[in-house]
T-cell receptor
Framework: DAGVIQSPRHEVTEMGQEVTLRCKPISGHNSLFWYRQTMMRGLELLIYFNNNVPIDDSGMPEDRFSAKMPNASFSTLKIQPSEPRDSAVYFC???????????????FGEGSRLTVL | TQLLEQSPQFLSIQEGENLTVYCNSSSVFSSLQWYRQEPGEGPVLLVTVVTGGEVKKLKRLTFQFGDARKDSSLHITAAQPGDTGLYLCAGSRGKLIFGQGTELSVKP
């Protein structure tokens, strides 16, 4: 079975450029999460969707960041314009949320390592 | 503000030693999960604890959820080099919040 698929695995770009990260969750999962991981701040939740609807975007750093989930099998995280402090590994994860406060087991992709020069 | 505090942040031990990693919070969680992450990969779930006071064992790993569901511990017995990695606790409150992680290095 295919796991969570993220692309690109690595991206190097220059400050001011637009960056788009892509994620295909596991088929049948109803929740999708975008996390950012850095040495300084660890794994931070940026935004999560339930049934393709954004539920909590309080972790999105600022208006330069946006995320969409047009259907159950695809999501994007866009940074425009990018800045050097956005350099991090961005993870997408999906889960089958059965209700209540329990998120279920998160299945992570391999991550997209972003370097903004 | 970090909701979940893990300690220690770094741990370097010799093969065969025992160790405990702590995950503490002032908040109550409906459940708590432990993940392990290896370089270049995403975290992978080890265990989920749901009930206050719950203890779960996974081979040489023992996980405990505090009675008040605010804290948890991971104990590894007779650590092996294959246990090396980043251990993350994560609390569930509708969304999953991660601690900073404990970087474990087990030397042969």
């Amino acid at each position: 079975d295919a796991g969570v698929i993220q692309s690109p695995r690595h991206e190097v770009t220059e400050m001011g450029q637009e960056v788009t990260l892509r994620c295909k969750p596991i088929s049948g999962h109803n929740s999708l999460f975008w996390y950012r991981q850095t040495m300084m701040r660890g794994l931070e939740l940026l935004i999560y969707f339930n049934n393709n609807v954004p539920i909590d975007d309080s972790g999105m750093p600022e208006d330069r960041f946006s995320a969409k989930m047009p259907n159950a099998s695809f999501s994007t995280l866009k940074i425009q314009p990018s800045e050097p402090r956005d350099s991090a590994v961005y993870f997408c994860a999906s889960s089958l949320k059965t209700g209540g406060m329990y998120t279920g087991e998160l299945f992570f992709g391999e991550g997209s390592r972003l370097t903004v020069l | 503000t970090q909701l979940l505090e893990q300690s220690p942040q770094f741990l370097s031990i010799q093969e065969g030693e025992n160790l405990t990693v702590y995950c503490n919070s002032s908040s109550v969680f409906s459940s708590l999960q432990w993940y392990r992450q290896e370089p270049g990969e995403g975290p992978v779930l080890l265990v989920t604890v749901v009930t206050g006071g719950e203890v779960k064992k996974l081979k040489r790993l023992t996980f405990q959820f505090g009675d008040a569901r605010k804290d948890s511990s991971l104990h590894i017995t007779a650590a092996q080099p294959g246990d090396t990695g980043l251990y993350l606790c994560a609390g569930s409150r509708g969304k999953l919040i991660f601690g900073q992680g404990t970087e474990l290095s087990v030397k042969p």
